[in-house]
C-alpha cells in the first residue's frame, strides 16, 4: 500500500535533512514532532482500499515496538519548558486548574554522518516491511507511494539495493483518471494544474541523470496489461525475482476505461496542453 512516511512531508526523507544539512535545534524539533504525529497518528489512522492500516499489514506489535525504539536514537536529551499562561491568567498563573504548567521539549541529535542516520531510519524500514516479508515466507517487498518516483536519490540512500518500478500510463488517461479522485481537482484546468509540474520536475530530473546503470525499470501500463502473463514473466526477472501467477493483475478493459472519457474538444485541448509530455513521456 501507499506507507507514504518514507517520502510524504513530515516523514524520514524531512526528518533526515532536518537532522543533518538543515539542523539546528528547532528545525530538528519540529521534525521530531511531525515525524511523531506521522507515525503514531496518520499512518495508524489511514486504511487502504482493502480496509487495512500499515501496523495490521505488518503486525500491530512490531510496528508499535519499531517506533517506539527509534526515538531514544535520534533524541539527545528531553526537559520541561515552563508553560505560558493562556487565556485569563497573570504572569505565571495559570489560566485554569487543567491549564499545563510546562511542556515537554527534545533537543534532538545532530548527525554530521547522514550515512549514520540514514542506517538508523533503513533498521526501521527493514523492522517494518522485511519483518512483513518475513513472516510471509518472502525474500522481497515492494512499497508504492506514487510520489517515490520524484524521490529516487533519497530512497536509494534509504535503501540502496532496491530497484525502482515504474509503471507509466498515458498522460491523458492519468489526467482522466484524476478527475475521479476525491484528492484531486475536480476540473480539467485543474487537474492539469496538478499534474504538468509533475511531469515537467521529473523530466528535468530525468534529464539531467543516467539511470541505465542504476537499479531502475520502466514500464508502460499498457503493455502491462496487453500481456499480463508474459509481461510479469520479463517484469520479475528484471526484477530478480522467481515468476508466478499474481492475483491482482493489469487488464487492458481497466485501463481503456478512460479513453472515451473526453468529448473531442476536450480530449484536444488536453492534447494540446499536454503537447511535449506525451512525446517525452515515450507516447503519441
Not at 82 to 98: C, H, S, T
Not at 222 to 237: I, V
Amino acid at each position: 500500500m501507499e506507507t507514504r512516511f518514507l517520502i510524504d512531508p513530515g516523514g524520514l526523507r524531512d526528518l533526515t535533512d532536518a537532522l543533518t544539512a538543515r539542523y539546528d535545534p528547532t528545525v530538528g524539533e519540529d521534525a521530531l514532532h511531525r515525524l511523531a504525529e506521522f507515525l503514531t497518528v496518520r499512518v495508524p489512522g489511514r486504511r487502504d482500499d482493502r480496509g487495512k492500516t500499515v501496523p495490521e499489514l505488518v503486525g500491530e506489535r512490531r510496528y508499535r515496538d519499531a517506533v517506539q525504539h527509534l526515538w531514544p536514537r535520534l533524541i539527545a536529551y528531553t526537559y520541561d519548558e515552563p508553560a505560558p499562561a493562556e487565556g485569563f491568567g497573570n504572569g505565571d498563573r495559570p489560566a485554569g486548574p487543567f491549564a499545563p504548567t510546562s511542556r515537554r521539549r527534545v533537543v534532538p541529535r545532530y548527525f554530521s554522518d547522514r550515512g549514520e542516520l540514514l542506517g538508523i531510519l533503513r533498521s526501521l524500514v527493514n523492522t517494518l516491511f522485511g519483518g512483513a516479508a518475513a513472516d510471509a515466507g518472502k525474500a522481497t517487498w515492494c512499497e508504492k507511494t506514487p510520489f517515490n518516483l520524484l524521490c529516487m536519490e533519497f530512497l536509494w540512500e534509504l535503501v540502496p539495493e532496491a530497484t525502482i518500478v515504474h509503471i507509466k500510463r498515458h498522460p491523458v488517461s492519468v489526467l482522466a483518471s484524476h478527475l475521479s479522485q476525491p484528492w484531486a481537482p475536480p476540473t480539467v484546468d485543474g487537474a492539469l494544474a496538478y499534474l504538468t509540474p509533475v511531469y515537467h520536475r521529473w523530466l528535468a530530473w530525468k534529464n539531467t541523470v543516467d539511470l541505465t546503470g542504476r537499479r531502475y525499470i520502466e514500464v508502460k501500463a499498457e503493455d502491462l496489461a496487453a500481456d499480463w502473463p508474459g509481461q510479469r514473466k520479463a517484469l520479475f526477472e528484471r526484477l530478480g525475482v522467481d515468476d508466478f501467477t499474481t492475483s491482482s493483475t493489469f487488464q487492458s478493459h481497466r485501463l481503456a476505461n478512460r479513453n472515451n472519457q473526453f468529448d473531442g474538444e476536450t480530449r484536444a485541448f488536453v492534447e494540446e496542453a499536454l503537447g511535449k509530455v506525451i512525446p517525452a513521456m515515450g507516447y503519441e
